[in-house]
T-cell receptor, first 110, second 115 residues
Framework: LAKTTQPISMDSYEGQEVNITCSHNNIATNDYITWYQQFPSQGPRFIIQGYKTKVTNEVASLFIPADRKSSTLSLPRVSLSDTAVYYCLVGVQGFQKLVFGTGTRLLVSP | EAGVAQSPRYKIIEKRQSVAFWCNPISGHATLYWYQQILGQGPKLLIQFQNNGVVDDSQLPKDRFSAERLKGVDSTLKIQPAKLEDSAVYLC?????????????FGSGTQLSVL
């Protein structure tokens, strides 16, 4: 049973801003939203984590509305090296483990 | 800081053979995870250790898969006998304590091909 819903794929061009939205209707009250990035032949890598409103780091921004039933990962001015699969994970009440969905495949073209 | 180490990087075996994968987590991380990632899918948790005890192995095919974490540090995952559908990347990850809000650190994985 999937806990999050993301678009399967997205296309963009270098220099554009990319926004990937994830829906998580059954997020638990105390759980955070975490995003991972995975390049081919590598394990997933932590990008960003947030609980509410907005979080920003050197790589991305994470926007979370007040109801927390969705979140948006924002990648500013993407480059070819941002081509990867992006996973949205949330802790679900009653579960002790994080469940990966199928992720969003982002392809950045010149 | 050293990351999660896994070996071998690649493995090719025939069906019904056995295979073992090794993982060395980040020093001081109490929780260790083994994931299976089939091509085109997200990682699926096989087993989670807290120190040297099993926390969750609900998705581990116990008739053919086994895992251990000796002394709460290194871990091995074994498949015996292997089936064609076991072809996948096997990822090891570790985290400091094991809560769902914790950051997971992944190794580069072992790519298994079963012929």
């Amino acid at each position: 049973l999937a806990k999050t819903t993301q678009p399967i794929s997205m296309d963009s061009y270098e220099g554009q801003e990319v926004n990937i939205t994830c829906s998580h209707n059954n997020i638990a009250t105390n759980d955070y939203i975490t995003w991972y990035q995975q390049f081919p032949s590598q394990g997933p890598r932590f990008i960003i984590q947030g609980y509410k409103t907005k979080v920003t780091n050197e790589v991305a921004s994470l926007f979370i509305p007040a109801d927390r039933k969705s979140s948006t990962l924002s990648l500013p001015r993407v480059s070819l090296s941002d081509t990867a699969v992006y996973y949205c994970l949330v802790g679900v009440q009653g579960f002790q483990k994080l469940v990966f969905g199928t992720g969003t495949r982002l392809l950045v073209s010149p | 800081e050293a990351g999660v180490a896994q070996s071998p990087r690649y493995k090719i075996i025939e069906k019904r053979q056995s295979v073992a994968f090794w993982c060395n987590p980040i020093s001081g991380h109490a929780t260790l995870y083994w994931y299976q990632q089939i091509l085109g899918q997200g990682p699926k948790l096989l087993i989670q250790f807290q120190n040297n005890g099993v926390v969750d192995d609900s998705q581990l095919p116990k008739d053919r898969f086994s895992a251990e974490r000796l002394k709460g540090v290194d871990s091995t995952l074994k498949i015996q006998p292997a089936k064609l559908e076991d072809s996948a990347v096997y990822l090891c990850a570790s985290s400091l304590v094991g809560g769902t809000n914790e950051k997971l650190f992944f190794g580069s994985g072992t790519q298994l091909s079963v012929l």
